[in-house]
């Protein structure tokens, strides 16, 4: 099977009646100049919403490559039926970025990065917060056209702990994944009435929680989850909870 070379073009950039799609500058460096792509290739665009299309170029602009729309195709790989939302403490630089880039592969629906009493890092203001949160989208578009997804995991800006945790969050199930005063996942699972649907998972940083952390969540209905004996790195936490809940409820097999 050829492996598919695959853009992104927001939904506005798809004109569905004139059959064209037209792409970024970036992204049409990239055919240019990376992959060297000439009129007449096929390619395949997403608009980060689900949807994906077979294309052929049809001419480069100045800035812009212009695409004649063939079809709608199904997504290389589907999306998990698991909406799995990850909330994680924020880390130091890489890790995080870590953390998006394979949360994106694991099929996660959405993380959230939590200011948390031992967090690694901290956001200095608006601006700082907006720099990163686009550096993390970036991250995420980029694995989503490796990995075959269709819709892009969505980045939310960071929150404070104690928001999150008091916050209302419908049909979800919300789980803390902490070192102590839990539950194993596998007890978790087998006292489950029914497969759920959603589900957030919150973890910390590399310091753990605090007692009066796990206590607030234990007050507002959180379950919390061990994982056994091994300290884990908080990335390394991060994706095998991503793992671990889409093998147990979602499409990891």
């Known amino acids: 099977m050829t492996t598919r070379r695959r853009f992104y073009a927001p939904p506005e950039a798809v004109a569905l009646k004139q059959q064209t799609i037209k792409l970024s500058s970036d992204e049409t460096r990239h055919a240019r100049n990376a992959l060297r792509l000439q009129p007449g290739d096929e390619v395949y665009v997403i ?8 294309c052929r170029l049809a ?45 994106t ?24 917060a907006k720099r990163k949160r686009e550096r993390w989208r970036r991250i995420a578009l980029e694995s989503t056209k490796q990995c075959g997804r269709a819709r892009i995991m969505e980045i939310e800006a960071p929150v404070a702990f104690e928001s999150l945790i008091k ?4 049909r979800e199930l919300k789980l803390m994944f902490a070192e102590r005063r839990g539950i194993s996942l596998t007890g978790l699972v087998a006292g489950l009435a029914s497969c759920p649907k959603q589900i957030i998972a919150l ?27 091994r300290t884990l790195r908080a990335e390394t936490a991060s994706i095998a909870i991503a793992a671990l809940l889409q093998h147990a409820f979602g499409d990891l097999v």
Do not use: M
């Not at 910390?204 to 507002?220: K, L, N, Y």
């Open 47 to 54: 608009d980060g919403e689900g949807h994906e299309y077979r």
């Open 59 to 103: 001419a480069y602009d100045r800035n812009a490559a212009r695409l004649e729309l063939i079809e709608q195709v199904e997504a290389a790989r589907s999306e998990s039926p698991l909406s799995l939302t990850l909330a994680l403490a924020l880390l130091k630089g890489e890790k995080f970025d870590l953390v998006v880039q394979k949360a």
């Open 105 to 128: 592969e694991l099929g996660v629906w959405r993380v959230v990065p939590i200011v948390t009493a031992r967090a690694d890092v901290r956001v200095g203001d608006a601006n700082e």
């Open 167 to 170: 916050a209302e969050h419908d």
């Open 203 to 229: 973890v910390g940083s590399e310091g753990g929680w605090t007692e009066d952390e796990i206590s607030q969540a234990h007050d507002h209905h959180w379950q919390v989850v061990t994982l056994g004996g």
